[in-house]
């Protein structure tokens, strides 16, 4: 759980446009049938969160999904895994700890990141976190160094 929240500081601080479709097509299914909850996290909310946090500048969007219905885990894991492939993001990550996998993926232009996808798949809840905005690499790296990750 350290390193899920962990992860998650460093991503907050990140993300340029709006969220990928799949993700949009996402959230309406299973928010309908409500077998998941979400959280919608604008530019403006992040910047009224994140005074003092560097790099909450260049976010613009985060998308929280979260489900602990078994057919929308499943399909969540799923439709992330497909998203990813067709917008030809990069897997950073994946981290089995337990019963627990986190997997990272993102899409880099011109030396920065555009789209962020963290899928968190626990035996009992699965949770999709998309984050866009236009994020320096530097800014990134800087994070990693401050929470001593690059160990």
């Known amino acids: 759980m350290k390193r899920f929240l962990l992860l998650i500081m460093l991503l907050l601080p990140m993300s340029a446009m709006a969220t990928l ?3 949009d097509k996402m959230t309406e299914k299973y928010t ?8 919608n996290i604008s530019k403006q909310m992040l910047r009224m969160m994140g005074r003092g946090i560097a ?8 998308v929280m999904l979260s489900s602990d219905n078994k057919s929308a885990m499943k399909g ?6 497909k998203a990813a492939k ?7 990550i994946t981290l089995n700890e ?3 996998t986190t997997s990272v993926y993102t899409q880099i232009s011109n030396d920065k990141i555009t789209e962020a996808l963290v899928l968190v798949v626990e035996k009992n809840k699965t949770t999709l976190i998309n984050i866009s905005g236009n994020i ?9 160094r401050a929470l001593n990750m690059s160990k």
């Open 86 to 92: 067709k917008h030809k993001l990069e897997n950073l």
């Open 32 to 39: 309908s049938k409500e077998q998941a909850s979400v959280v």
């Open 21 to 23: 479709p799949e993700v």
């Open 76 to 81: 969540m894991a799923k439709r992330t895994k």
């Open 98 to 100: 337990g019963t627990t």
């Open 55 to 62: 790099g909450v500048e260049h976010v613009d969007n985060i």
């Open 136 to 144: 320096p690499q530097e800014v990134v790296i800087n994070l990693i």
